[in-house]
């Protein structure tokens, strides 16, 4: 009796994506106004602005969504908690909050109309006390890339919370950056890609043109 064929390997796809942008506002981008100098500086030297824009618009060219995770704490600061070294400093200086300049969108990266925009006003992950879930499954998304900050903290937690909810999840490494080149890297080989398929920009709009990839 001839031994039972072994199936193919699955070729890794992009099923139904969305792009998901974190936390690319100018209070924690703008060095003059950053809570964390060293991500600001990382962001810059990475060109991600630039980069995570251009991926927008292949996705947008493809009529995929993208959608815009913002932190806009409340001007009264209810539910934030000192419970972190980042709800301290937020507190303290009481940063990133709604209707100022902190939460401004820079230029490249601005919402477009037909973009979705996803707020939280406490916590410390995309998904935490947000619509962005049912966002998703409404939009029937099987898919997220993920591109924006920080990879040692906001990313991470996005792409442990999109897996435990059934999402399939792709790293666009170069549209990303960390508080530091070094801590960046440590989490992306050890937490983030144990979690998604780690890709460039350049490699996912290539799968965007793919006849299947959506």
């Known amino acids: 009796m001839a031994a039972p064929r072994t199936p193919p390997a699955a070729t890794p796809s992009l099923a139904s994506p969305a792009l998901v942008i974190s936390e690319c506002q100018r209070g924690i981008l703008d060095p003059a106004r950053s809570v964390s100098s060293g991500l600001a500086a990382h962001a810059a030297a990475r060109g991600i602005v ?17 959608f815009h995770c913002l932190i806009e704490h409340r001007p009264d600061q209810a539910g934030m908690r000192p ?14 909050t709604a209707g100022t300049e902190d939460v401004e969108v820079p230029a490249p990266l601005t919402p477009r109309e037909g973009d979705f925009v996803s707020r939280r006003a406490t916590g410390l992950s995309a998904f935490y006390g947000t619509e962005l879930d049912a966002m998703l ?3 029937g998304i099987r898919t997220i890339v993920l591109a924006g900050v920080s990879s040692t903290v906001a990313l991470p937690g996005i792409a442990l919370e999109a897996v435990n909810r059934g999402y399939d999840v792709v790293l666009a490494e170069d549209c990303t950056a ?18 998604s398929r780690v890709r460039t920009a350049r ?12």
């Open 203 to 214: 490699e996912v709009t290539e799968r965007l043109a793919a006849p299947d990839a959506s």
């Open 50 to 66: 630039a980069r995570a824009a251009a991926l927008a618009d292949a996705f947008r060219a493809r009529g995929l969504p993208v």
């Open 178 to 195: 960390g508080v530091s080149p070094e801590a960046h890297r440590f989490f992306v080989e050890n937490q983030l890609a144990v979690l």
């Open 83 to 96: 419970n972190s070294y980042l709800g301290k400093v937020a507190l303290r200086e009481r940063s990133m």
């Open 137 to 139: 499954r409404l939009q």
